[in-house]
């Protein structure tokens, strides 16, 4: 069955939130004397620890988006005794979403790839993430007339690898698993999510870990765009 449906992840997928959210936090941060000697790479690391700890809480409901941030942030820099009231941390949360906010970017050759399958086939985006805050990374990139249907997990009710999140995109779509393939970078909630519904994944490999099964088809990037377009067109027979 020829190929009609590509489904992207959003987040380190066509959105760079990592290469975002390390220059965010270096313009945040570069006010604090105490830590002009943390390394980048350390300070980003326990951020993206933290993050992964509290984002599925904010996808079940157990805390609200805004006070994860001042929670995540003051664990974060409470070993450098920078944000010494509830005031500082307000402010401090306040000026580092101002910076992810205007720091955002694409993935490398995010913007091109789309713009070369739009012609010729369906576009959908599927992201564990709150509807308006991916709705707003959408425009900002100048991606939203190149997707047809934006699926959310505070949409749909569950987040990926949850089935029901993958049939609600083909749905969405009037799209059949065996003519869909799915882009994406985390292995378990894209990969593994969308071959128990019997979409083709493609495995988006762009920070150098290697892969858990070799049949499944790898990009370690978005571009070229001829080698990429040959393997996402080459996976569906």
């Known amino acids: 069955m020829p190929l009609t449906t590509l489904l992207f992840d959003l987040d380190d997928t066509l959105f760079d939130h990592a290469g975002t959210a390390r220059a965010a936090l270096q313009a945040s941060t570069v006010q604090f004397s105490?830590?002009?000697t943390v390394p980048l790479d350390d300070l980003y690391a326990r951020y993206s620890e933290l993050?992964?700890?509290m984002h599925p809480r904010v996808l079940a409901g157990e805390i609200h988006y805004l006070d994860a941030r001042r929670l995540r942030f003051q664990q974060l820099l409470a070993p450098y005794h920078v944000l010494d009231s509830e005031t500082a941390t307000e402010e401090?949360?306040?000026l580092h979403y101002d910076h992810y906010r205007r720091l955002r970017r694409?993935?490398?050759g995010a913007v091109a790839l789309l713009e070369?399958?739009?012609p010729r086939y369906q576009i959908g985006i599927i992201t564990n993430n709150r509807t308006a805050e991916q709705q707003d990374k959408l425009a900002f990139l100048g991606l939203t007339n190149l997707v047809d249907a934006l699926i959310t997990s505070e949409d749909v009710g569950v987040p990926k690898p949850d089935p029901r999140i993958f049939q609600a995109a083909l749905e969405r779509l009037h799209a059949l698993p065996e003519?869909?393939?799915l882009v994406g970078d985390n292995w378990t909630a894209d990969v593994l999510g969308a071959r128990a519904v019997g979409i083709r994944p493609v495995w988006l490999k762009r920070f150098g870990?290697?892969?858990p099964d070799p049949t499944v088809a790898v990009l370690t990037g978005l571009e070229p765009l001829p080698e990429v377009l040959r393997v996402l067109e080459s996976t569906v027979p």
């Open 92 to 94: 401090f949360v306040g």
């Open 106 to 108: 694409p993935v490398a």
């Open 51 to 53: 993050l992964e700890e």
């Open 209 to 211: 870990t290697s892969s």
């Open 34 to 36: 105490s830590l002009a």
């Open 179 to 181: 003519e869909t393939v």
């Open 116 to 118: 070369a399958l739009k």
